[in-house]
């Protein structure tokens, strides 16, 4: 075998080799964008993703907000105090047994949660969709001198109780929303799917 010869073959093993790398390299520049392509988009994990939230460090009378879908939702440690104020203000509401609200079925009942400690809330008014405010404080003049405690919305004076149901002859038309969610753990609520009890 000549010299020419040798150097050719040499020179033809270097190509392939080099070609071979740059192809094989650019497969995988072309599959990575491809395959995440597979993958939601944020903005699709945002619309419609359930979210967790860690409540383990939630005090009894406290509020948390967590954004879902995004919107704010509200969740409230309630204490057995807040509870027991629950019953005693029905004929003041405009749908006490959640009729016509939007929940999950385990959240048809006086609570309008699945475990009664905890609310979980679409911090969102039925009226035209303003913000509510924490007004936990029963009595509060600053909203009613019969106030039983609750949200207050700001933007039209819509009121609704320590478990989201709106009181009569305010603007708002329907309970606060429950949207759907459980508890992974003690110290994780899932909000977003409903399994039920965990």
């Not at 509870?83 to 009729?99: C, I, N, T, V």
Request: hydrophobic content about 40%; aromatic content about 8%; some cysteine.
């Amino acid at each position: 075998m000549s010299e020419a010869e040798h150097v050719d073959e040499g020179r033809r093993h270097f190509l392939l080799v080099a070609t071979s790398a740059v192809g094989a390299v650019g497969a995988v520049a072309t599959a990575v964008p491809f395959l995440a392509s597979w993958q939601p988009s944020a903005r699709a994990k945002a619309l419609g993703g359930p979210v967790e939230a860690d409540i383990s460090k939630l005090q009894i009378g406290e509020l948390m907000k967590v954004e879902w879908r995004g919107q704010a939702i509200y969740v409230v440690r309630r204490s057995p105090e807040m509870l027991d104020k629950l019953g005693e203000h029905d004929a003041m509401l405009r749908d006490p047994q959640s009729q016509e609200s939007e929940q999950p079925d385990f959240a048809k009942n006086a609570a309008r949660s699945l475990k009664p400690e905890y609310l979980v809330l679409v911090g969102v008014c039925t009226h035209l969709g303003c913000a509510p405010m924490a007004k936990f404080r029963a009595g509060d003049t600053d909203v009613a001198a019969d106030w039983p405690g609750g949200f207050y919305c700001p933007c039209h004076g819509s009121k609704f109780d320590l478990s989201g149901r709106v009181l009569k002859d305010v603007p708002a038309p329907l309970n606060l929303k429950v949207p759907p969610y459980y508890f992974s753990s003690d110290a994780t609520l899932v909000i977003g799917l409903d399994k039920g009890v965990a």
